[in-house]
């Protein structure tokens, strides 16, 4: 799904997350795929009728399992959390013992009632950081992403770091792209700049769907209408900025 399609998770509500789907007057919408199920409509889901709200609920246990899971999921630039961090939580999910979880995970059950604690701090960390961003933009009319020079853009799902390389402005975006893309979005010069690549390759993704494989040639020929002079770094810079995802044996590439 492309920029202007998806409206990325973190600007719901976040009781809207924990739920899993955003309500309008006509619609419900999963937060996860955007998925929709128009109110007044009946649906059929493996034999059985659902409405609207009933048919997106189902659609997030059938597609997702649960919110949770999706996020813990997720890269950890996008939760804040540690590779044991997001272990350990996957095994509460589980329904796990600390017993159950020390044993799976390696360590002491000691060291399992640490990660609790460590854990629920943050959570009433998170709560309060909340609290103080909305009252400042209700104080401000102004919110966070607002800056002098242009609205900061929403980081990629898949960045593997979160860094100043990120900070990026729409009027930066626009002037990037002016600078190295043509009308017809092939790349007239790749930029030695970081962020400069991370605009470019953000642009060039769109031209992979996503739930896709793709094969190394399709990858070749998609990127060779782009920059013919030297598609493979382009491939490259894909995978490492984490754009895209490619199999153990080069054999398959998907958008991340």
Known sequence: MGKDKI????NYEVEEIIEGYHETQEQFCCVICEQK?????????????????GAIRYHIKNEHNNVASFLLKQESAMTGLSDIQKQLLQCLLEGKT????????????STVRNHRFKLREKEKQAKLFLALMQSIAKETNRTIEKSDTGTIEELHTAAT??????????????????TY????????????KEKKKIILLGEIIKNFKNNTEY??????????RIYEVDFPTIRRALIEYGFMDRSADCS?????
């Open 181 to 192: 893309m043509d009308e017809n979005g092939a790349l007239k010069q790749f930029p030695a």
């Open 37 to 53: 199920y128009d109110k007044g409509r009946i649906y059929e889901e493996n034999s059985l009728l659902y409405d609207a709200e």
């Open 252 to 256: 398959s590439y998907r958008v991340k």
């Open 7 to 10: 409206k990325m998770i973190w």
């Open 98 to 109: 600390d017993k159950e979880i020390g044993s799976e995970l390696g360590i002491a059950q």
């Open 161 to 178: 770091m979160v860094d100043d390389r990120y900070n990026i402005s729409d009027q930066e975006r626009e002037k990037t792209i002016a």
């Open 215 to 224: 094969t190394e040639t399709e990858v070749n020929r998609i990127l060779k």
